[in-house]
């Protein structure tokens, strides 16, 4: 797989941080913390000179994750579309018995964070990738965390509560708080953001 060089990411970031900068204006607890995140974006450097894919099982959901989706987010899916599946797709759990196929069927692809191809201590951005009919069980983290849905509708659940996410939306999950989505038939594509102790990973809630 060649690599990327890494310019040609930097151009596609400003598709999401587009999309941040008119949720920001509003004065919400998720409009602040895309505040942070935006400053904190700002200071992130380059690792290395490009970005190298992984091949990561889960780049085979990409296609149906891409199609086209009442209210997906098309400026950010062109924007990436030629990159997504030379990005560094990876899964970093143990395996579950009680989920089985999980480590294969979701994945997520960092573009800044304490070891993406830009570098930030302070902040993580990134792409979550899960395939279909797949429960991505509870789990949590210190991390302030932020997704956007960028395709597919799936169940989101923190906390005691649960919904049915559409693209477009975004969820704010506080720190430690136990947090699950569950894709049905179709797979689900969002962005996430990480702030705080983003060095802490996440860990299963049950
Ligand atoms: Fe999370």
Same mark, same amino acid.
């Given at each position: 797989?060649?690599?990327?060089?890494?310019?040609?990411?930097?151009?596609?970031?400003?598709?999401?941080?587009?999309?941040?900068?008119?949720?920001?204006?509003?004065?919400?607890?998720?409009?602040?913390?895309?505040?942070?995140?935006?400053?904190?974006?700002?200071?992130?450097?380059?690792?290395?000179?490009?970005?190298?894919?992984?091949?990561?099982?889960?780049?085979?959901?990409?296609?149906?994750?891409?199609?086209?989706?009442?209210?997906?987010?098309?400026?950010?899916?062109?924007?990436?579309?030629?990159?997504?599946?030379?990005?560094?797709?990876?899964? &970093?759990?143990?395996?579950?018995?009680?989920?089985?196929?999980?480590?294969?069927?979701?994945?997520?692809?960092?573009?800044?964070?304490?070891?993406?191809?830009?570098?930030?201590?302070?902040?993580?951005?990134?792409? =979550?990738?899960?395939?279909?009919?797949?429960?991505?069980?509870?789990?949590?983290?210190?991390?302030?965390?932020?997704?956007?849905?960028?395709?597919?509708?799936?169940?989101?659940?923190?906390?005691?509560? &649960?919904?049915?996410?559409?693209?477009?939306?975004?969820?704010?999950?506080?720190?430690?708080?136990?947090?699950?989505?569950? =894709?049905?038939?179709?797979?689900?594509?969002?962005?996430?953001?990480?702030?705080?102790?983003?060095? =802490?990973? &996440?860990?299963?809630?049950?």
């Amino acid at each position: 797989m060649d690599a990327i060089p890494l310019s040609k990411i930097a151009e596609p970031i400003r598709s999401i941080r587009d999309h941040f900068e008119r949720r920001q204006r509003i004065d919400d607890a998720t409009g602040r913390e895309l505040r942070h995140v935006l400053r904190e974006l700002d200071l992130a450097t380059p690792g290395g000179a490009t970005v190298q894919g992984s091949g990561h099982s889960v780049i085979r959901h990409l296609e149906p994750a891409l199609a086209r989706r009442p209210g997906q987010l098309t400026d950010v899916i062109d924007a990436f579309r030629p990159f997504f599946a030379g990005l560094p797709w990876r899964y &970093s759990y143990a395996s579950r018995a009680d989920a089985p196929g999980l480590e294969l069927n979701m994945g997520w692809a960092e573009l800044v964070g304490p070891v993406a191809p830009f570098r930030s201590d302070t902040v993580c951005l990134g792409f =979550t990738l899960i395939g279909p009919r797949i429960n991505y069980p509870l789990h949590w983290h210190p991390a302030v965390e932020v997704y956007l849905v960028i395709n597919g509708t799936a169940i989101w659940t923190a906390g005691q509560q &649960s919904a049915r996410r559409a693209p477009g939306e975004y969820i704010l999950h506080p720190s430690k708080v136990l947090h699950a989505m569950r =894709t049905e038939e179709e797979p689900l594509l969002a962005v996430y953001t990480w702030s705080g102790d983003v060095n =802490t990973l &996440s860990a299963y809630g049950d």
